[in-house]
């Protein structure tokens, strides 16, 4: 059977994104698109900044008037004018002749040039509500210097954002400053977690003998909320067909973009999740040569997309990684699905069993670049394990040693991906 070659992980992460498709797009607030991905492109409406204005606080003036001044021989002129920021058409000022200027203030008609404060005689101490009646420039500046052109930042009409762009807190600015209230941006995924196991119980239940809490659910509807998604828990699966068949139907009754279940994976006598897809849909593969989170179930559930990873919550951590995460990004419409890396140079021996492997470590930034340390068991059942890594380390497939000193991989767990 096709679904049970054990792929290789590259292999089976081409194998599930070449099936995933943006999203439609949806209209949101502005202030609300942060981390969306931008579904049009924005053009200026009008030149920003609209209006040429300075850009210190000084004295507006034309350049060809103070050519002459020096700190010994300061050239002075008649202060005019006392232009604050703020609403009003721009104000004339004569040749020979100063305006007091705050940044952001419209430039007067006349003006071509603004000199700092620090460059005139006037102290510019706080309190000096009233503009002096001469000012004296001990500097003679450029013509233009300390103007900010109107349009300077971007042009009416010209494209400033493109349709694919993602969102950051400076894309967001500029959507503002354009006057945008609301966007066009590419819907979020739902994702509906499924936790399986007879012997897991609810977060604030007494533990029975025999039962552990469930940490996948929380674990991994923050990690689909951190890439993208949005979340629902659908709760505890019992190791039945028809419990599991249950819930999955009700979240496909909900509406459901994707499918995420951890448990129930592997070829215990129990493990019934992959049956269950099997029968009604269709499994496109199981088995990764991946450690941790060899079993991992990628197919489609009535439809629907469906990622079944192992219950072990490091393997559920690192499967999620490794594939849930750029098939989010990728519905999300994000263009670079890459996890942020960097090359490290390995501090501690360790040892793997062949398969491709994503080992918890501290990388830390020390004088000879990027290096990583062991966090100490590699055990996939230790969470807390991960809670001291802050990276992962990749081994390739077929290395079974990696001995101290060798030059490789880490995945930065915490890093934001632009
Ligand atoms: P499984 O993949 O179902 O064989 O589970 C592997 C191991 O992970 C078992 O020890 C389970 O008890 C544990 N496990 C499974 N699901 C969870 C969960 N949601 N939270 C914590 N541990 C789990
Ligand atoms: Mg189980």
């Not at 552990?212 to 709760?235: C, E, I, K």
Request: proline share 6%.
């Amino acid at each position: 059977m096709e679904s049970d070659k054990l792929l290789s992980v590259s292999e089976a992460r081409e194998r599930l994104l070449s099936g995933v498709e943006v999203l439609e797009s949806e209209t949101v607030n502005s202030e609300s698109a942060l981390g969306r991905v931008l579904a049009e492109d924005i053009l200026a409406p009008h030149d920003i900044p609209p209006f040429a204005s300075s850009s210190m606080d000084g004295y507006a003036l034309q350049a060809a008037d103070i050519a002459a001044a020096s700190a010994l021989s300061g050239v002075v002129l008649p202060v005019t004018a006392d232009i604050p920021a703020g609403p009003g058409i721009p104000q004339v000022l004569s040749k020979g002749a100063a305006a007091r200027i705050m940044t952001g203030a419209p430039l007067p008609v006349g003006a071509d040039t603004v000199v700092p404060i620090e460059m005139t005689d006037d102290s510019g101490r706080r309190g000096d509500i009233h503009a002096p009646q001469n000012v004296s420039v001990l500097s003679p500046v450029e013509r233009g210097d300390y103007v900010r052109l109107a349009g300077q930042d971007m042009r009416r009409g010209e494209q400033v954002l493109t349709g694919g762009d993602y969102l950051r807190p400076q894309e967001i600015g500029v959507l503002a400053a354009a006057g945008r209230r609301r966007v066009l941006v590419v819907r979020q995924p739902r994702v509906a977690i499924l936790s399986t196991g007879d012997e897991l119980v609810d977060v604030g239940a007494t533990l029975g003998p025999g039962q552990v809490r469930d940490a996948n659910s929380f674990m991994l509807a923050s990690l689909v909320g951190r890439y993208g998604g949005l979340p629902t828990v659908l709760g505890i699966a019992r190791d039945r067909n028809e419990d599991v068949e249950k819930m999955l139907d009700r979240a496909l009754d909900s509406g459901t973009d994707w499918l995420l279940s951890s448990g129930g994976v592997s070829v215990g006598a129990f493990d019934c999740v992959k049956s269950v897809v099997e029968r009604h849909g269709e499994v496109s593969f199981w088995r990764v040569n991946m450690r941790p989170g060899k079993p991992v179930a990628f197919g489609h559930y009535k439809g629907t997309p469906f990622l079944g990873v192992p219950g072990n919550p490091v393997s559920a951590m690192a499967s999620f990684e490794v594939f849930a995460r750029p098939a989010l990004q990728k519905l999300c419409g994000r263009r670079n699905l890459d996890k942020p890396s960097v090359e490290v140079t390995v501090r501690d021996e360790f040892t793997s069993d062949g398969r491709e492997s994503y080992l918890r470590v501290v990388v830390l930034r020390e004088e000879e670049g990027y290096v990583a340390h062991s966090v100490g068991s590699q055990d996939s059942g230790i969470l807390t394990s991960l809670v001291r890594a802050n990276a992962l380390l990749i081994v390739p497939a077929g290395e079974t040693h990696v001995a101290a000193g060798r030059q490789l991989t880490a995945w930065m767990l915490d890093w934001v991906q632009d």
